[in-house]
């Protein structure tokens, strides 16, 4: 499965693989080993909500000891590294995903998307899929981004949240 693959079917349905919204944060370490707690987690304990565990690009946010959120980041011009379970059989990949290619990639599969105007200003570029309801923001590359287009919108980041 290649990255964009996976990035249209978690725009199409919400979720990775067994990954989704509302699932036991144990069942989730369980299929994926156990995560990073972000520093909150570790100074506060397991029992603050709101804050991601990782697993190299995949965050998931975690409220009630439930996951609350999925989200993949991205370094355009690096590569990303994602769990096993979410891309069986690969290695780190290219993180430089064009904005062009990725709406191209949902249009080819019938995954509707809109322009989200709450995060669609100066440098930056976002979409909501539906019915997913999953966010991409965009932004144009920064010094750090080794990427071939300096004027062009790169993926930093796809996610989904409950309400």
Known sequence: ??????????????????????????????????????????????????????????????????????????????????????RPGTGPCSATVLREDLVAALDAAGCRHEINSALTFGRQWSLLTQPADACAVFSLPGRDNDVPHRDRFYLDVLHVRTA
């Open 1 to 86: 499965m290649t990255l964009t693959d996976l990035l249209v079917e978690f725009a199409g349905t919400g979720e990775i693989g067994p990954l989704h919204c509302g699932m036991p944060l144990a069942e989730a370490e369980q299929l994926l080993g156990p995560g990073r707690p972000h520093p909150a987690i570790r100074l506060k304990g397991p029992d603050i909500d709101g804050y991601p565990y990782a697993w190299g690009s995949l965050d998931l946010s975690v409220t009630r000891r439930h996951v609350s959120g999925i989200g993949l980041r991205l370094w355009p011009g690096s590569t990303v590294e994602l769990p096993p379970l979410i």
